[in-house]
């Protein structure tokens, strides 16, 4: 009889959260076998879509949202869903039409406003980020975002300070500016952004611990040429080695093995 139901359908699906309404973001990318995902972060592979399902069913309507902000070959990547669940960050990457106009065009922060259906670029395009790459953005939860960054803003005003021009230093193999954490306000005011760890070569990937410090990955790269985990305070104290400096022979056959993407399960 009607009572025997399941409330909300006779779909025993329909009684799961994420398939009765939420809906399901996600980043469709295109992926290569020889791609390093840390000692050539900043690569453009091209082909990525930003798309929204109404609810995690296969069967559900999707919308594809990046067409909104690129109309042309474009690269998603580094998904993030704020704490209520109510606005999502990642970063995009156009195509460059010209690689020898001297025009770049760089990964940038963007965020989506779930309810007003609205996306805004973070940090608003100046003289300085029109040359700066912004990857793998995360929410802290002081509201702040935490990003890695190749404006090294710190390092660079240092250099300006001493009479030497402002410029990014190059990572250790010297094939593209080192990206190093650097913390902003969610307006992305280019005033509150402040330089976070200090590498010469990339810091990455950052993850939120329970405590509020963050997780991330160095490539210690200087007689080394390792990627080991670390942690640091939002405000660049307590910066510590974590994990790895001696566990990159622990892969499958002895094989050598690196530390990235790290994430914290619900335990």
């Not at 990003?147 to 990014?168: C, E, H, L, M, V």
């Amino acid at each position: 009889g009607s009572d025997d139901k399941l409330p909300g359908g006779s779909n025993p699906g329909d009684q799961d959260p994420l398939a009765s309404g939420t809906p399901l973001f996600y980043i469709e990318r295109r992926i290569t076998a020889d791609e390093d995902e840390l000692s050539d972060p900043l690569r453009f592979i091209g082909g990525g879509r930003l798309i929204m399902k109404a609810r995690a069913d296969q069967s559900a309507p999707e919308t594809v949202l990046s067409s909104r902000i690129c109309s042309g070959n474009c690269d998603f990547r580094d998904l993030e869903v704020s704490y209520e669940g109510d606005y999502l960050l990642f970063s995009m990457r156009q195509e460059d039409p010209d690689d020898n106009d001297n025009v770049e065009y760089t990964w940038d922060i963007w965020e989506y406003d779930i309810a007003g259906d609205s996306f805004r670029k973070v940090i608003a395009t100046d003289d300085s980020s029109k040359v700066n790459h912004e990857i793998t953005p995360r929410y802290l939860p002081s509201g702040d975002i935490v990003f890695a960054s190749t404006r090294q803003k710190y390092t660079r005003s240092i250099n300006q300070d001493t009479g030497n021009p402002g410029y990014s230093g190059l990572e250790e193999d010297r094939q593209q500016r080192a990206l190093n954490l650097h913390v902003m306000a969610s307006s992305g005011d280019l005033g509150s952004i402040r330089q976070i760890t200090f590498n010469m070569s990339h810091d990455a990937y950052p993850a939120i611990l329970p405590d509020g410090s963050i997780l991330y990955t160095r490539w210690d790269n200087f007689n080394r040429n390792a990627m080991n985990l670390y942690r640091v305070n939002p405000d660049g104290t307590g910066n510590q080695i974590m994990y790895g400096m001696h566990s990159h022979t622990t892969g499958s056959g002895a094989s050598d093995f690196q530390f990235i993407k790290s994430n914290i399960l619900p335990s």
